[in-house]
């Protein structure tokens, strides 16, 4: 079984409804991320959290919020989905401490129409 | 802010040709390097990373880097390359301490496609 899951692995959506994207590990790791991949731009991140009580914004968090349900658990939302929002989402864990080393889900592709 | 610059957005190359992938970073301070490659369709892989030590990594598949900190660069290089290196590589940074533990977060470098040609 993969370490990290991503569900959906596609979806296609219409401008204005809301989207969860959802990721699980089984790494036991403690921090968790989303990012989002553009061609051309590589991958920034949107949240990161570093333990079930903490959420952190990246640098584009604009239209997306998270939920950490659970250790395991770390889902993605957006609320009102627009166009410029097509993209590759991917999740990531990491242990802490460690060397930053991040493990990486499969990644969801979303297209908004 | 740290950023990361890789200054070659698309590379190809003809089997058996040497690589590399240059990769720059912006901070001048404790740093731990990574590179990750992007397979067509697949998530990204580790490559190789940097924490300390060393400043020639090998990693897998043949590839290595070298941290050059008066440049602030590690650049990827692989000796003769295969069709099936063909893929996405992106570079990426973390701060650590001076022991090597990272503070978290990755910067990640724009990426590089490369296209090896049988």
């Known amino acids: 079984d993969a370490d990290v899951t991503q569900t959906p692995r596609n979806r296609i959506t219409k401008t204005g409804k809301r989207i969860m994207l959802e990721c699980s590990q089984t790494k036991g790791h403690d921090r968790m991320y989303w990012y989002r991949q553009d061609p051309g731009l590589g991958l920034r991140l949107i949240y990161y959290s570093f333990d079930v009580k903490d959420i952190n914004k990246g640098e584009i968090s604009d239209g997306y919020s998270v939920s950490r349900q659970a250790q395991a658990k770390f889902s993605l939302s957006l609320e009102s989905a627009i166009p410029n929002q097509t993209a590759l989402y991917f999740c990531?864990?990491?242990?802490?401490?460690?060397?930053?080393?991040?493990?990486f889900g499969p990644g969801t592709r979303l297209t908004v129409l | 802010a740290q950023s990361v610059s890789q200054h070659n957005h698309h590379v190809i190359l003809s089997e058996a040709a040497s690589l590399e992938l240059g990769c720059n970073y912006s901070y001048g301070g404790t740093v731990n390097l990574f590179w990750y490659v992007q397979y067509p369709g697949q998530h990204l892989q580790l490559l190789l990373k940097?924490?300390?030590?060393?400043?020639l990594v090998k990693g897998i598949k043949g590839f290595e880097a070298e941290f050059i900190k008066s440049k602030f660069s590690f650049n990827l290089r692989k000796p003769s390359v295969q069709w099936s290196d063909t893929a996405e590589y992106f570079c990426?940074?973390?701060?650590?301490?001076?022991?090597?533990?990272?503070?978290?977060?990755?910067?990640f470098g724009q990426g590089t496609i490369l296209t090896v040609h049988p």
């Open positions: 990531a864990t990491s242990v802490n401490p460690g060397t930053g080393e991040q493990f």
């Open positions: 940097y924490f300390s030590g060393d400043p």
């Open positions: 990426a940074v973390t701060l650590a301490n001076a022991g090597g533990t990272s503070y978290g977060k990755l910067t």
